[in-house]
């Protein structure tokens, strides 16, 4: 390649002879030069703003930092019916290896419905802890079931691909790996896994029972007020209070589905026009 040379420079075809520059007249309204100062530098336009790009939205929404004391089963159920009321949900996934703990996906059935739920559920304290709360970036396979059938088989074989060709590559598995292939170098086995204590679930997401637990009740309220109260709903079988507890009462249906009315309509009820009864499912 030729060497890249500058431009000569130009010569005035009467060398020798001085020429008569005559300096151009100012400008009404400019700045006048100063000898030996540079000239003020040209105001520049404001740039406008480019427009807020968009978050991304899909339909399933990841889930992190998930109280990891919780066992599996109880942490699908809780999420479900936590998020059930912004939409039908159609899959909650969430695992217990090392790689998936304390995370979880919950998928809906559109986008909009995962959008709101975020905006509404994002710093939530699920025992104990608050969600954070993002969009997947990928469709689960129960979105692309439901959405586009005809593509879930291509799609599943897609990801249990990606699976195998990340098994290895994961940091966290890496990082895991070394450390057990290194405690087995130096002779020493790898330390047992210490017991989980039991983590009692909250009485808002107990499961489904005939016997309801009523709770912040009036010191004064009585049998037959509570009597009264449930009796507009069919199949009671029985108010029992505590005699040493005034502000608690189990209420007992003859069948769940019973139960689960009156909780619905009277949670929240205020028997004396004041204080909100709260009413949970009892621990079976």
């Not at 692309?144 to 699976?163: C, F, I, P, T, W």
């Amino acid at each position: 390649m030729a060497e890249m040379s500058a431009p000569p420079l130009a010569h005035d075809a009467m060398q020798g002879v001085q020429t008569n520059v005559v300096a151009p007249a100012p400008v009404a309204g400019a700045p006048i030069p100063i000898p030996g100062m540079a000239p003020p530098a040209p105001a520049v336009a404001p740039q406008p703003h480019a427009p807020a790009q968009e978050e991304f939205a899909s339909e399933t929404l990841y889930i992190q930092n998930l109280n990891e004391k919780i066992k599996i089963p109880v942490l699908k159920a809780s999420l479900r019916g936590l998020f059930k009321a912004y939409g039908e949900v159609l899959d909650v996934v969430a695992h217990s290896n090392l790689r998936m703990r304390g995370q979880a996906f919950v998928s809906f059935e559109s986008a909009e419905i995962a959008k709101k739920a975020l905006k509404e559920v994002r710093g939530f304290p699920l025992y104990s802890k608050p969600m954070q709360i993002s969009f997947a970036r990928t469709r689960s396979d129960a979105v692309v079931k439901k959405l586009d059938s005809g593509n879930y088989e291509a799609h599943k074989q897609r990801r249990l691909e990606h699976k195998k060709a990340t098994r290895y590559t994961n940091p966290i598995k890496r990082k895991y790996r070394q450390k057990r292939l290194a405690a087995e170098m130096d002779g020493g086995a790898a330390a047992p896994a210490t017991k989980r204590p039991n983590v009692q679930m909250p009485d808002e997401y107990l499961p489904p029972n005939k016997i309801l637990f009523l709770q912040n009740l009036p010191e004064n309220v009585s049998k037959d007020q509570l009597m009264a109260l449930f009796s507009q709903y069919p199949n009671l079988y029985e108010v029992r209070l505590i005699p040493t507890k005034k502000d608690i009462a189990f209420v007992e249906f003859l069948d769940e589905a019973s139960a689960t009315v009156a909780k619905e309509a009277l949670h929240n009820y205020k028997l004396d026009g004041e204080n909100k009864i709260k009413i949970t499912f009892a621990r079976k």
